[in-house]
């Protein structure tokens, strides 16, 4: 049996949970706010999303958007 390249973070150097990224992430955010931003591929299944800080801006600014979407959808 061949054994499976899967490499774990170290404890305390969490990986940004964004698909693609794989910068160290800064902040861990609830799973479901950021998948609600819809503008974010999330890699795993914890509860926590773990951000880098380039992922993080562009969620602050993606569930901005989203807030002026929704009023300006009525
Ligand atoms: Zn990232």
Redesign the pocket.
């Known amino acids: 049996m061949k054994h499976r390249d899967i490499s774990l973070p170290d404890d305390g150097q969490e990986v940004?949970s964004?698909s693609g990224?794989g910068?160290t992430?800064k902040r861990s955010i609830p799973r479901k706010r950021v998948e609600n931003t819809g503008s974010f591929n999330l890699q795993g299944s914890s509860r926590k999303a773990n951000?880098?800080s380039?992922?993080y801006r562009l969620f602050k600014k993606s569930s901005k958007k989203d807030r002026t979407m929704e009023s300006l959808g009525r």
Do not use: A, E
């Open positions: 940004c964004v990224c910068k992430s951000l880098c380039d992922c």
